[in-house]
């Protein structure tokens, strides 16, 4: 009798460990550096001056990552990546940062900020 229920306790527990490794991944598909390529574009506009507009290819990069950004997963990833480069700029930098999805007509669901909570974006 001991020795049945230690074969089921073992194909339980194998049974367990299949399913974690074969479990679905709650990853986010968007790497900060997938992130980062895709504005490279901004970077002249955010470290410019004046009132000009964010240039076209700008635009169209913050539009391709709001596309990309399918999942809560992809958008929570996309804010920390972002969040996080936002920390080398000062001032009127981050401002301008704050400024690109408005700018562009863009509405990606947060605010780009150093403050901003992106494990509160769904």
Do not use: F, H, W
């Amino acid at each position: 009798m001991a020795g049945k229920m230690m074969a089921v306790k073992s194909v339980a527990c194998m049974a367990i460990l299949c399913m974690l490794v074969v479990a679905p991944s709650a990853e986010a598909a968007l790497t900060c550096g997938t992130v980062i390529s895709k504005l490279a574009p901004c970077v002249s506009y955010v470290k410019g001056a004046g009132a000009a507009p964010p240039p076209g290819a700008c635009c169209a990069a913050i539009k391709a990552l709001s596309a990309a950004a399918t999942t809560t997963a992809d958008r929570q990833a996309a804010c920390n990546c972002l969040k996080s480069a936002a920390k080398a700029y000062t001032g009127g930098q981050l401002s301008r940062i704050s400024s690109v999805p408005g700018k562009c007509n863009v509405n990606i669901g947060y605010a780009l900020s150093t403050s901003t909570n992106c494990a509160s974006i769904k």
